[in-house]
C-alpha cells in the first residue's frame, strides 16, 4: 500500500503543478490579450512615423533641389552683373575718350577759327 500512496501522491502533486500552469498559462494569456492592442496601436504609430520620415525626407529632397536652382541662377546673375560691369568700364572709356576727342576737337577748332581769322585779316589788307 504504500506504493499505491505514493502513486496517490505524486498524482496529486502533479495534478497540483498542471493546476498551476494552467493557472499561470491563463494569467499569461490574459496579459497577452491585454497587451496585445496596445503592441498594435505601437505598430501602427512607428508605422505613422515611418510616413512621416518619409514625406520629411521628400520635403528635404524637394528643398535641396530648390535650394541648388536659386543656387544656379545666383551664379549665373552674378556672371551676369560681372559681364555688365566689364560692359560699364568699356562704356566709361569710351566717353572718356570720346570726351577727350571732343576737347581736342574745340582746340582744334579754336586754332582754325584763328587761323581763318589771321588769314581773313591777312587777305583784308591786300584787298583795293
Not at 505598430?43 to 521628400?58: F, K, P, W
Request: glycine share 2%.
Amino acid at each position: 500500500m504504500d506504493e499505491n500512496m505514493h502513486t496517490a501522491t505524486a498524482t496529486a502533486e502533479i495534478t497540483k503543478t498542471i493546476g498551476l500552469v494552467q493557472s499561470d498559462t491563463d494569467s499569461v494569456t490574459k496579459t497577452m490579450n491585454a497587451v496585445l492592442p496596445k503592441v498594435e496601436a505601437s505598430v501602427a504609430s512607428s508605422n505613422q512615423v515611418i510616413d512621416m520620415l518619409s514625406n520629411i525626407r521628400t520635403a528635404s529632397d524637394e528643398t535641396l533641389t530648390m535650394i541648388r536652382g536659386v543656387s544656379s541662377a545666383s551664379e549665373e546673375q552674378s556672371k551676369t552683373t560681372q559681364s555688365l560691369a566689364v560692359n560699364a568700364e568699356e562704356i566709361s572709356g569710351t566717353i572718356q575718350a570720346t570726351a577727350e576727342a571732343i576737347v581736342n576737337s574745340k582746340h582744334s577748332t579754336d586754332e582754325l577759327k584763328a587761323l581763318a581769322l589771321e588769314l581773313h585779316n591777312s587777305v583784308s589788307y591786300f584787298k583795293v
